[in-house]
């Protein structure tokens, strides 16, 4: 899909993370300015596993967006600029279940390894509902 190498050492395991109901992820950044540029995080990839659940969305509140997945949807997103700063527009939260658990799958693609167009792609955010 991005065209970004997404095993190791070009990406962390995939984390698997389980919120029961009042669970939550504070505001934060997937990357930090302060780290060497080819160890950055350079874009995350989040899996929605269930959709058994309410409220729970994911928010970048500098976008004014909310995503509200389903099972089997997925977010991908860029970490830094062309300049190779953090793009502050990626602060995100995963705000509270209100009823169920939630299931998310975590991805995150380091700098490390990473070749051609698609790891020159940064700051573009992207939502992808397959079907």
Known sequence: LSGLK????????MSITHYETGGFYTTH??????????????????????GNYRG???VFPHLQLAI???QGDGLVFYSHKTNSRLDELTLHT????KEGDKWIGSLWIRNTTQHG???????????????
Request: charged letters at 20%; a negative charge.
């Open 6 to 13: 997404v095993t190791e050492p070009s990406a962390e395991k």
């Open 56 to 58: 729970g969305n994911t």
């Open 94 to 97: 995963g705000c509270p279940i």
């Open 117 to 131: 167009p698609a790891a020159t792609c940064f700051g573009d955010q992207l939502y992808v509902r397959p079907g």
């Open 29 to 50: 950044y997937d990357s930090e300015d302060d780290t060497p540029a080819f160890r950055r995080r350079l874009g995350t990839f989040l899996l929605y596993l269930n």
């Open 68 to 70: 509200t997945p389903q």
